[in-house]
T-cell receptor
Framework: AQTVTQSQPEMSVQEAETVTLSCTYD???????LFWYKQPPSRQMILVIR??????QNATENRFSVNFQKAAKSFSLKISDSQLGDTAMYFC????????FGKGTRLHILP | GAVVSQHPSWVICKSGTSVKIECRSL??????MFWYRQFPKQSLMLMAT?????????EQGVEKDKFLINHASLTLSTLTVTSAHPEDSSFYIC????????????FGPGTRLTVT
């Protein structure tokens, strides 16, 4: 069965620090997508970054990057130079023939 | 591009009444839409998958007669909470997949339902 696990329910870091959110998953599919979405206090879900499983290169979007380890089925999100606006709930999504997602990590950026 | 709207953004209804929430893809066609429920400070719960022109697929434990989903066109899906009770009060979010664009979801802004 497909699963997505986010092992860190809540994290706090100081502004400007780097933080890594973990996500592990399980799927029998060979072709799939992985996503990180953030949900700030406004509750609007926003796509942070996406990764196609067939691509070996880790996706990067400005301060956000992923460490995609396909064999280990790991898809962690690194936020560099964290900002107060990064405070949000972060969800890891797996998309293959179904949509599966983790329980989320609540990230607090402290001033 | 790829904007999803929800209407209403906030609704209060009396116990026993029904309420309809609309989810629209404004600038793209969506063959598949999803409905989620979220409690305060809680994770998301996928309620159902809605495909245009066919019956919705409900997740285990979700009452299909309580939460009616209709995906009548490529840009509109509706969720009707029938005979609402206070325990149905929640934040409901829809998302849509754009045709031919893989499994990236575009999320609506959500609807806060309060049943009194």
């Amino acid at each position: 069965a497909q699963t997505v696990t986010q092992s860190q329910p809540e994290m706090s870091v100081q502004e400007a620090e780097t933080v890594t959110l973990s996500c592990t998953y399980d799927t029998s599919e060979s072709n799939y997508y992985l996503f990180w979405y953030k949900q700030p206090p406004s509750r609007q879900m926003i796509l942070v970054i996406r990764q196609e499983a067939y691509k070996q290169q880790n996706a990067t979007e400005n301060r956000f990057s992923v460490n995609f380890q396909k064999a280990a089925k790991s898809f962690s999100l690194k936020i560099s130079d964290s900002q107060l606006g990064d405070t949000a709930m972060y969800f890891c999504f797996l998309g293959d023939d179904k949509i599966i997602f983790g329980k989320g990590t609540r990230l607090h950026i402290l001033p | 591009g790829a904007v999803v709207s929800q209407h209403p953004s906030w609704v209060i209804c009396k116990s026993g009444t029904s309420v309809k929430i609309e989810c629209r893809s404004l600038d793209f066609q969506a063959t598949t839409m999803f409905w989620y429920r979220q409690f305060p400070k809680q994770s998301l719960m996928l309620m159902a998958t809605s495909n245009e022109g066919s019956k919705a697929t409900y997740e285990q434990g979700v009452e299909k007669d309580k939460f009616l989903i209709n995906h009548a066109s490529l840009t509109l899906s509706t969720l009707t909470v029938t005979s609402a009770h206070p325990e149905d009060s929640s934040f409901y979010i829809c998302s849509a997949l754009e045709m031919g664009r893989g499994s990236e979801q575009y999320f609506g802004p959500g609807t806060r339902l309060t049943v009194t």
